[in-house]
């Protein structure tokens, strides 16, 4: 028998039944607290994340194949192979940018051919494919987590691309940030013939990125409400983001979930660059292999990491609305 079966959204520390759910005025409600609380439910709940992972890892492991193998493919087919300089990959140092930068530009130059042909159905499709798991696989662990909740697939499919639109936005304005970071920090001062400011660039970059985080958290959190608010008052598109934007109350709770989420997921790449360089200094003794496959593991884990940690900010979500309200 399903241990998780028939458990009601009061289960759990974070649930209603909990400290969290009946204690105190809604001022006294922390969404830091409330998210560790989450974090330990979701833990004890394995089944939660094994859904997450599923879903997200069925639509990507497909792109990703599919990618490899039409990039390939186009690169080989009726044309000159391509010619990659990885010797000068390997060789690129922070220390010297402006070569380094030369070097990822002749790089993308020569695998551009082949890739831009395929990236032009490719994209669409992969976005296509990711929301419609998207809707169906989140369903799945909203109705795992409270059984009560109405299957709105077809609104959260909606919703769910008015958040991707918007995600969109925020990593092309990183994007250009890193771009513009480049100009004054790079290519600004060769122009000039004096030397790249690393220090600035990684500033800039540093802080820009960060900027960015902050922003999505306290913009975003009515597009993650509002499924959540389809599922549980059993509403449409409109009627959910115009639900989400009115729950005031819950609102700075619910960035304050964001925040917290946007330093779980810097702690999580800090880590996983820490774990990948790990096995550096026995790079001779070990090999090539050895380092691919650790490598792969490291990537790996990072991703369920950042599945579990996806749960757990849903789920405090809807904790956290329920409370407040």
């Given amino acids: 028998m399903d241990p998780d079966?028939?458990?009601?959204?009061?289960?759990?520390?974070?649930?209603?039944?909990?400290?969290?759910?009946?204690?105190?005025?809604?001022?006294?409600?922390?969404?830091?607290?409330?998210?560790?609380?989450?974090?330990?439910?979701?833990?004890?709940?394995?089944?939660?994340?094994g859904?997450?992972?599923?879903?997200?890892?069925?639509?990507?492991?497909?792109?990703?194949?599919?990618?490899?193998w039409r990039i390939g493919s186009a690169m080989q087919g009726g044309r000159p192979a391509v010619k990659v300089d990885t010797a000068a990959l390997q060789a690129m140092t922070v220390f010297q940018p402006a070569a380094a930068l030369a070097t990822l530009n002749r790089a993308w130059s020569a695998v551009l051919p082949g890739v831009e042909p395929v990236a032009i159905w490719l994209l669409p499709l992969a976005g296509l494919l990711w929301l419609g798991l998207s809707?169906?696989?989140?369903?799945?662990?909203?109705?795992?987590?409270?059984?009560?909740?109405c299957a709105r697939r077809t609104t959260l499919l909606g919703l769910y691309?008015?958040?991707?639109?918007?995600?969109?936005?925020?990593?092309?304005?990183?994007?250009?940030?890193?771009?513009?970071?480049?100009?004054?920090?790079?290519?600004?001062?060769?122009?000039?013939?004096?030397?790249?400011?690393?220090?600035?660039y990684s500033a800039i970059l540093i802080c820009g990125t960060l900027l960015v985080y902050v922003l999505w958290a306290v913009v975003s959190w009515p597009f993650q409400l509002a499924p959540l608010l389809a599922m549980q008052l059993?509403?449409?598109?409109?009627?959910?983001l115009r639900a989400a934007v009115g729950s005031r109350r819950a609102?700075?709770?619910?960035?304050?979930v964001n925040l917290v989420m946007c330093i779980v997921k810097i702690?999580?790449?800090?880590?996983?660059?820490?774990?990948?360089?790990?096995?550096?200094?026995?790079?001779?003794?070990?090999?090539?292999?050895?380092?691919?496959?650790?490598?792969?593991?490291?990537?790996l884990l990072y991703l369920a990491a950042l599945d579990y940690f996806h749960v757990v900010q849903t789920v405090a979500h809807l904790r956290l609305w329920r409370v407040m309200h």
């Fill in 161 to 200: 691309a008015l958040r991707g639109a918007l995600l969109t936005g925020a990593w092309a304005l990183w994007a250009a940030l890193v771009w513009k970071a480049g100009v004054i920090a790079i290519s600004a001062p060769a122009a000039r013939g004096g030397e790249p400011d690393l220090v600035l």
């Fill in 234 to 240: 059993n509403l449409g598109v409109g009627a959910s």
């Fill in 51 to 68: 859904l997450e992972i599923l879903w997200r890892w069925a639509a990507g492991i497909p792109v990703l194949a599919l990618a490899v």
């Fill in 267 to 299: 702690a999580l790449l800090v880590l996983a660059m820490v774990f990948s360089s790990c096995p550096l200094p026995f790079a001779d003794v070990e090999g090539p292999l050895f380092l691919q496959v650790w490598w792969l593991g490291v990537i």
């Fill in 135 to 149: 809707a169906l696989g989140r369903s799945a662990v909203l109705l795992r987590v409270d059984q009560t909740l």
């Fill in 251 to 256: 609102g700075s709770k619910l960035i304050e």
């Fill in 5 to 49: 079966a028939g458990r009601s959204d009061g289960a759990g520390v974070a649930g209603t039944d909990g400290p969290l759910g009946k204690g105190g005025p809604h001022g006294s409600v922390r969404g830091a607290q409330f998210f560790v609380g989450v974090m330990t439910e979701v833990w004890h709940r394995p089944a939660l994340s």
